[in-house]
């Protein structure tokens, strides 16, 4: 049901949903050195996460907003020493 509810919401917006979620992009930062360095969330995708829920999408929080920025490539958290 929030799948279906939240592509209803992503075709009524009054801009692109790449261009919505690209404006909460963090600034670059060095990759982590440890998996304990990753974060679950971070203010951008804090921000996220209310921005898209005030435009009425459900189902969405700050951890699976930063997993969409990770998905997406808007973060890079391989670490250091990995050959990606």
């Known amino acids: 049901e929030a799948s279906i509810a939240n592509a209803r919401v992503a ?8 261009e919505l979620i690209w404006s909460f992009a963090p600034a ?3 990759r982590p050195r440890a998996i304990t360095e990753v974060p679950a969330t971070t ?3 804090i921000a996220l996460a209310k921005e898209l829920k005030r435009r009425g999408f459900r189902f969405v929080g700050p951890t699976t907003a930063y997993a969409l920025m990770q998905a997406t490539g808007m973060v890079d958290d391989h670490l250091a020493d990995c050959w990606v």
């Open 11 to 18: 075709a009524d917006l009054d801009i692109g949903l790449d």
């Open 28 to 30: 670059a930062r060095p």
């Open 43 to 45: 203010p951008e995708s």
